[in-house]
């Protein structure tokens, strides 16, 4: 059985959810920074 580092997992996944989180929230006319910040919020939110 393998096993895996569980921050590289974390920053994958975190990397993955800012890509989706940015994309719809500049579709709905925010900035770039509000894209940020909304995603780090949902990302320090995640255990």
Do not use: H, Q, W, Y
């Not at 096993?3 to 925010?30: H, I, Q, W, Y």
């Amino acid at each position: 059985m393998s096993e895996t580092n569980p921050k590289a997992d974390r920053t994958a996944t975190a990397k993955r959810l800012s890509e989706r989180l940015s994309g719809f929230v500049l579709e709905n006319g925010m900035s770039g920074a509000d894209a940020r910040a909304i995603t780090d919020c949902v990302i320090a939110s995640e255990p």
